[in-house]
């Protein structure tokens, strides 16, 4: 049996803001969203992309015969 872990970071799209680097902020009366504010997002401060680091781990069972 073989164990292998791999953590391997990617650059991927924020989800908070979709890539944009802005998220709309409207506020609590505002039930129509017509007065929104852009703000930058803090998740990835303005640039769209985040890193993301994902943990793998790989289990090999040789295959037996009965």
Request: negative net charge.
């Amino acid at each position: 049996m073989i164990t292998t872990r791999y953590q391997h970071p990617t650059v991927e799209l924020c989800r908070t803001c979709q890539g944009d680097g802005e998220v709309i902020k409207y506020p609590n009366w505002d039930v129509l969203h017509q007065h929104g504010e852009t703000e930058m997002c803090e998740t990835c401060e303005g640039t769209g992309r985040v890193i993301v680091s994902k943990k793998i781990e790989v289990t090999v069972v040789p295959f037996k015969i009965k």
